[in-house]
């Protein structure tokens, strides 16, 4: 079955960076769609990244173009979320998901169908 872990959240102060990691299993990691999601206490839970594994360029919200940036290792069945110039207002539980490319995989319209348990990220001032 499809199973996505994610790690590498932690507490860090403005200014700083960390890298989450998404390791998957159960499917073809290198032909899927996947995204980043994020959800802060109280708000709606955000697509802050997605893409086609297999190429075709990656979708970045406006609140982390240009800080965010998405990479994968395909011998590790492992997409990464590099994440620079930490803000408090990045302070959510992060989440990596993945759906079967059966449409474009940066069109939001279409729910996710596998989500890993998420990982907490802590920016603070």
């Known amino acids: 079955q499809v199973q996505l872990v994610e790690s590498g959240g932690g507490s860090v102060q403005a200014g700083g960076s960390l890298r989450l990691s998404c390791a998957a299993s159960?499917?073809?990691?290198?032909?899927?769609?996947m995204g980043w999601f994020r959800q802060a206490p109280g708000k709606e839970r955000e697509r802050i990244a997605s893409?086609?594994?297999?190429?075709?360029?990656?979708y970045y919200a406006d609140s982390v173009k240009g800080r965010f940036t998405v990479s994968q290792d395909n011998a590790k069945s492992t997409l990464y979320l590099q994440m620079n110039s930490l803000t408090p207002e990045d302070t959510a539980m992060y989440y990596c998901?993945?759906?079967?490319?059966?449409?474009?995989?940066?069109?939001?319209?279409?729910?996710?169908?596998?989500w890993g348990q998420g990982t907490q990220v802590t920016v603070s001032s």
């Open positions: 998901a993945a759906r079967p490319p059966t449409s474009w995989c940066n069109d939001a319209s279409y729910e996710y169908n596998y």
């Open positions: 893409l086609y594994t297999a190429g075709g360029g990656t």
């Open positions: 159960g499917y073809t990691f290198s032909r899927y769609c």
